[in-house]
């Protein structure tokens, strides 16, 4: 993964499929694997399998409401485990708060999720596997 950017580096690995077919209906391709320095909060299947079929099937439908679910999950800066913890804001213009302590963080925006694998490099961002995705609040 560290020499593809994060969106090819994302469609590479089974467990974020959904996450990749996401980002390809937002339009959002072009945009993570030509921006420098992210960090990524990536949701796994299982993260999206959590949500009502409805509800995600709607989000999926809309892509002005996807786009701001999924640029919830990125920061505009690149951070690794030793500045991960604090409020950052995110490419929506919300906030991700990350708290803990290495190897046990959760990240909340809107919803709280656990990071279940963190600072996994790509050219581009440090990517941290998360189990929720973060719906930011309304």
């Known amino acids: 993964m560290t020499q593809d950017t ?24 072009d945009t ?3 921006t420098q320095n992210l960090t990524v909060f990536a949701p796994t299947n299982d993260a999206f399998a959590k949500l009502p079929k409805a509800t995600l099937d709607k989000v999926l439908a809309d892509k002005t409401m996807l ?5 919830n999950h990125v920061l505009a800066t690149r ?8 409020t950052h804001q995110t490419l929506a213009k919300t906030s991700d708060t990350v708290s803990g302590t290495v190897p046990t963080l959760t990240v909340k925006g809107g919803a709280t999720a656990k990071i279940i694998c963190g600072n996994v490099q790509t050219a ?13 609040a309304s």
């Open 67 to 71: 786009t701001k679910i999924l640029t």
């Open 79 to 86: 951070l690794g485990p030793d500045k991960i913890v604090g």
């Open 124 to 136: 581009n961002a440090n990517v941290y596997i998360i189990d929720t995705v973060l719906v930011p």
């Open 32 to 34: 993570l694997n030509n």
């Open 6 to 29: 994060v969106a090819t580096a994302a469609s590479n690995n089974p467990l974020l499929s959904t996450l990749v077919t996401a980002v390809k209906k937002a339009g959002l391709v």
